[in-house]
């Protein structure tokens, strides 16, 4: 029997809640009511869509510069057009977006300090 079949979400302390929800509501385009949101895959163009669970040294420079334990991952359609946008709002990136074989990435900061990356997975 497999106990664990995916990720239920992900919950996030803040200091100014507020803030923070327009934040994801105005530059990464999700849609919240007051206790959240849901995202269904089936609504994912991509059949092959999935999401990953990964572990890290606590020496990791790879959620640099939060200094948060955790970082987000959020899976994105087109990362161009995602990245276009955000720095027309005047988001800045964490360094520069990349293409390799497990897909596109890019990376921002929220307003509470923590890294979030988008990611958008390979098309089979």
């Known amino acids: 029997m497999k106990r664990v079949i ?3 979400g992900i ?3 803040c200091q100014h809640l507020e803030e923070t929800r327009a934040w994801y509501t105005k ?6 009511e007051s206790w959240g949101t849901q995202f269904f895959y089936k609504d994912d163009p991509n059949p092959e869509a999935c999401s990953n669970l990964s572990f ?3 020496t990791t ?3 640099a510069p939060s200094e948060s334990a955790f970082m987000i991952n959020f ?6 057009a ?3 946008a955000l720095r027309a709002e005047g988001v800045p990136l964490v360094g520069e977006p990349v293409s390799e074989e497990f897909g596109k990435f890019a990376w921002v900061m929220d307003p509470e300090g923590n890294k979030i990356e ?3 997975q390979p098309k089979e």
């Open 61 to 63: 420079e790879y959620f």
């Open 27 to 32: 530059h990464l385009g999700i849609d919240l």
């Open 82 to 84: 995602l990245v276009t």
């Open 56 to 58: 890290f040294k606590q």
């Open 11 to 13: 919950f996030i302390k």
């Open 6 to 8: 995916g990720l239920g």
């Open 118 to 120: 988008l990611w958008e």
């Open 75 to 80: 899976r994105v359609n087109d990362l161009d």
